[in-house]
């Protein structure tokens, strides 16, 4: 089935911590238990990020702000029975193409490292490690939140960099 991704709509938040929550639950397969407490699906709508998804009613969603000048994407998530269908490269393709058309130079994200789905997924995808000393204020200050959170506890996690359009 193809699920065209769009823009959310208001009538979808509602909605889209239970997929986040069943993404999730693929990662317990590998040891990773995230702690209670908000989505960042729902954390994102209250900053009023850019959430588009797949589907109608949505399977998948991904969430993008601006941080450091640049587009960054802080989740996608792809309910868990629906995983490895092609969804979440949809999503990251729009969210690519998206921030094309904005102009931003490229895409940043943090994830864990070697998770078949995290760092391999996305290199495979154009991404690579972003060196500590090419980190603007922004991301530096989503890798103190991310510490302070516990999130680096549940395993390596790394800053990586997709450039957008001529290197």
Known sequence: MDYEVRPARP??????????????GMFEQVGIVFPPGPTVV??????ESE?????????????VQEVDGAT???QIAVRGDL????????????????????GSAGVSLLTFRNVPWNEPWYAKHGFAE???????????????????????????RLVM???IGRP
Request: no cysteine; net charge negative.
């Open 130 to 156: 972003l060196p500590e000393e090419r980190w603007g204020p922004g991301i530096r200050s989503y890798w103190e939140a991310e510490i302070e959170a516990g999130l680096h506890k549940l395993g390596p």
């Open 72 to 74: 960054h994407l802080e």
């Open 161 to 163: 960099w997709a450039r």
């Open 83 to 102: 995983a490895g269908r092609g969804i979440g490269v949809r999503l990251l393709e729009v969210v690519m193409a998206r921030a094309a058309e904005t």
């Open 51 to 63: 959430i588009v998804v797949a589907g109608d009613p949505p399977v998948g969603f991904a969430a």
């Open 42 to 47: 729902e954390q994102m709508a209250e900053l």
């Open 11 to 24: 009538g979808d938040l509602p909605g889209l911590p239970a997929i986040e929550n069943s993404a999730d």
